[in-house]
């Protein structure tokens, strides 16, 4: 997807028809990695495997250098992924219990 450089924009409408645009593609890449959590459940057997304390606390840090490295409020960008994480967390326990009902 193209957007338009902040800089090229010339009103107000057009700044925020782009911020809609990439809000959009946010939403939509929130879907496609929905897709790999509901997936990921095929490899994990308990509940365990699903927390994986150290690979949270591994992306949580990751995303925090990412988020400072590209200018951004990196206690945000911790804060929006412990939130995205215990949702899939949450959301793959559902799952591994309906596995096991199978």
């Known amino acids: 997807m193209k957007f338009r450089?902040?800089?090229?924009?010339?009103?107000?409408e057009e700044i925020r028809c782009e911020i809609d645009k990439i809000d959009k593609h946010i939403v939509l890449l929130f879907a496609e990695r929905h897709k790999?959590?509901?997936?990921?459940?095929?490899?994990?057997?308990d509940e365990n495997a699903i927390i994986a304390e150290d690979r949270k606390q591994s992306?949580?840090?990751q995303r925090r250098e990412w988020a400072e490295k590209n200018g951004l409020n990196a206690d945000i960008f911790e804060q929006i992924y412990r939130l995205l994480i215990e949702s899939n967390i949450k959301h793959e326990m559902e799952l591994l219990k309906l596995k096991k009902k199978k």
């Open 5 to 12: 450089d902040p800089e090229d924009c010339a009103t107000l």
């Open 36 to 45: 790999y959590v509901e997936a990921i459940v095929r490899f994990k057997d």
């Open 59 to 61: 992306v949580i840090r």
